[in-house]
């Protein structure tokens, strides 16, 4: 089955082979990679999109001397698989031997730990530079898919290569998708390319000052490798344009490459799921579609992602077609810059992208929305220790980020009922800026929640006294089952506060915590320094009140357990009990 494969243990093996057999091992690159993707999950158009690519790069040039950067490095399984770690692909024992991306601890032909997009150019350049520094010759690689090409940093880098002048090869993988479909003005230019066969004159990488190559079988081994050669130790920047198929030997996954861009285990045969979860939570859907169909002025806005909020295809279209549901590309900033415009201009706009790549748009959210107070509504979805676990995926800081930005209200609702309130009220009201935490999935209660959030208080859920635990969003129904505990065993009834938003204290209601309590605990779902809890740590730091915080410790943990990750910092119904009834 890997009659190639098994002979290759780095590129120096592949290097031995005769043209005629790279094809042989595409071919055997691919079914390891549908072994590891069928099984495990992971990343699998853009990895099934680039084995020729990968196999021809590692045929032409010399890893690890010769440097690639794959941006997103969402693509880089068979890159691994080439280079010694080809095990974590065949044999189930050593499947967690590998990360899902780049990883400088697991190889030498790894030179970044990356997970975001539009990134790999700036990096090459850097690497290049620090190249012309030492005076050594290798090659740059920029391996960059079409869909990245949307991001600021990207164009910014394009721009600054077309006046460099030593080596950097920019790989263009353009198989015509992003996540969901392409959307700005530089894809007009990527399909002229196409039809053209590179020859267009509406040639966006020579408008940079670049020298531009087309090849439009990608997939060509014995092509991708002439192509290679005739660049290897250029001296100057060439922009390499190549036509792939993402999801490339599995026909469901090239019909449908929205659906296969990532996901779970499947069954090779026909592409079903190996395991089906629950339906999934449609709040955010639901609520933004109320707002859509009751109010004409109002606009979601989204950056390559709709599926997360719930625009599936079908749904999306029929919005747009209204004007009443824009995808910007990978480009977050300029959605949010685009939502402060609409702001201003009596539009209702909404603003939803998942939490860690809320992390690009720091500057927009407080320039161009925040000093502007302009009305805009963030959904900031899957934050803290219950969004997404990989170290480059991970939001376990969007309280620091986003709660101390003067003007901007940032809501942490528990269930289903406050977020929709919360929503109601962020998408109605003309006074600020508002960001909503968006759990994986709310807790409906049935019980309708009337608030009035234009006044920002936090809400007592269980009074007591002696001990108050303050809990952060999905941590509330931890600290209710603590003060259950604590009133089984002691016959003590202790408060619990759900402190509903994060971006301030309550100071009215900490100030009467002080009569009657001696030790406020906060939980949260994120870093603890510079955390929600830390404030109010500050805010009785002339009183007698003991203030203990716990939330998650400064690093980037990665592939971890939500409730293990918790424990381990203090948070489970068992250590606060016990640490509730040393202070009792």
């Known amino acids: 089955?890997?009659?190639?494969?098994?002979?290759?243990?780095?590129?120096?093996?592949?290097?031995?082979?005769?043209?005629?057999?790279?094809?042989?091992?595409?071919?055997?690159?691919?079914?390891?990679?549908?072994?590891?993707?069928?099984?495990?999950?992971?990343?699998?158009?853009?990895?099934?999109?680039?084995?020729?690519?990968?196999?021809?790069?590692?045929?032409?040039?010399?890893?690890?001397?010769?440097?690639?950067?794959?941006?997103?490095?969402?693509?880089?399984?068979?890159?691994?698989?080439?280079?010694?770690?080809?095990?974590?692909?065949?044999?189930?024992?050593?499947?967690?031997?590998?990360?899902?991306?780049?990883?400088p601890f697991e190889s030498e032909h790894d030179f970044f730990t990356v997970g975001h997009t539009s990134t790999s150019v700036s990096l090459a350049l850097g690497l290049a530079k620090a190249r012309d520094l030492r005076k050594a010759d290798e090659n740059i690689i920029a391996v960059i898919g079409d869909g990245s090409l949307s991001g600021g940093e990207a164009l910014e880098a394009l721009d600054f290569a077309g006046e460099y002048n030593n080596n950097l090869i920019i790989l263009v993988n353009d198989n015509d998708q992003s996540i969901a479909e392409n959307h700005g003005g530089i894809y007009k230019s990527l399909k002229a390319l196409r039809e053209s066969n590179g020859t267009s004159e509406?040639?966006?990488?020579?408008?940079?000052?670049?020298?531009?190559?087309?090849?439009?079988?990608?997939?060509?081994?014995?092509?991708?490798?002439?192509?290679?050669?005739?660049?290897?130790?250029?001296?100057?920047?060439?922009?390499?344009?190549?036509?792939?198929?993402?999801?490339?030997?599995?026909?469901?996954?090239?019909?449908?490459?929205?659906?296969?861009?990532?996901?779970?285990?499947?069954?090779?045969?026909?592409?079903?799921?190996?395991?089906?979860?629950?339906?999934?939570?449609?709040?955010?859907?639901?609520?933004?579609?109320?707002?859509?169909?009751?109010?004409?002025?109002?606009?979601?806005?989204?950056?390559?992602?709709?599926?997360?909020?719930?625009?599936?295809?079908?749904?999306?279209?029929?919005?747009?077609?209204?004007?009443?549901?824009?995808?910007?590309?990978?480009?977050?900033?300029?959605?949010?810059?685009?939502?402060?415009?609409?702001?201003?201009?009596?539009?209702?706009?909404?603003?939803?992208?998942?939490a860690p790549f809320f992390q690009r748009t720091y500057d927009q959210l407080s320039h161009d929305i925040a000093l502007n107070n302009s009305p805009a509504t963030m959904l900031v979805l899957i934050p803290g220790v219950y969004g997404m676990n990989s170290n480059t995926h991970i939001a376990l800081c969007d309280i620091q980020m986003f709660a101390h930005i003067p003007n901007f209200v940032y809501f942490a609702p528990t269930t289903k009922e406050e977020y929709e309130q919360m929503f109601k009220y962020a998408t109605s009201q003309k006074n600020h800026p508002v960001g909503i935490r968006v759990l994986p999935t709310f807790e409906k209660t049935g019980v309708k929640d009337d608030t009035d959030y234009s006044v920002l208080t936090n809400k007592v859920e269980k009074q007591g006294e002696g001990v108050a635990i303050v809990a952060v969003g999905p941590l509330l129904k931890m600290a209710k089952k603590v003060a259950e505990e604590i009133e089984k065993a002691t016959g003590k009834s202790i408060t619990v506060i759900n402190p509903r938003f994060v971006s301030g204290i309550d100071e009215n209601l900490l100030t009467s915590l002080i009569s009657n309590h001696k030790a406020v605990i906060t939980i949260e779902d994120g870093e603890v320094m510079g955390g929600y809890g830390q404030n109010i740590a500050s805010f009785y730091g002339n009183t007698s009140m003991k203030v203990i915080n716990h939330g998650i410790s400064r690093k980037f943990h990665t592939d971890y357990n939500p409730d293990q990750l918790l424990a381990d910092h203090g948070m489970s119904v068992e250590k606060l009990v016990a640490e509730v009834k040393d202070l009792l």
């Open 202 to 354: 509406n040639n966006i990488f020579k408008t940079f000052g670049l020298d531009y190559r087309y090849l439009e079988d990608g997939h060509d081994t014995a092509k991708l490798v002439e192509l290679f050669e005739s660049v290897k130790g250029i001296d100057h920047p060439v922009v390499l344009h190549i036509h792939t198929i993402k999801g490339k030997g599995l026909p469901y996954a090239e019909a449908n490459r929205e659906a296969w861009h990532a996901g779970g285990p499947f069954n090779v045969e026909d592409g079903s799921p190996k395991f089906t979860g629950g339906n999934p939570d449609t709040t955010v859907f639901d609520s933004l579609k109320e707002l859509l169909d009751t109010n004409e002025k109002a606009v979601v806005l989204n950056a390559g992602t709709p599926m997360g909020l719930g625009f599936v295809q079908g749904v999306r279209e029929e919005y747009a077609k209204r004007g009443q549901f824009v995808d910007v590309g990978i480009a977050e900033e300029n959605a949010v810059a685009m939502s402060s415009g609409i702001a201003k201009n009596g539009g209702t706009p909404v603003f939803g992208t998942f």
């Open 1 to 103: 089955m890997y009659d190639i494969l098994n002979t290759i243990n780095g590129p120096q093996d592949i290097k031995k082979l005769e043209i005629g057999q790279l094809k042989q091992l595409a071919d055997e690159t691919r079914q390891a990679l549908i072994n590891r993707i069928s099984n495990v999950g992971g990343h699998k158009g853009p990895n099934l999109g680039i084995v020729e690519t990968t196999v021809g790069l590692h045929y032409v040039f010399d890893s690890p001397k010769d440097k690639f950067v794959f941006d997103v490095s969402h693509q880089c399984y068979p890159h691994k698989i080439l280079t010694g770690r080809k095990d974590a692909y065949i044999n189930p024992e050593h499947f967690g031997d590998v990360t899902g991306y780049t990883n």
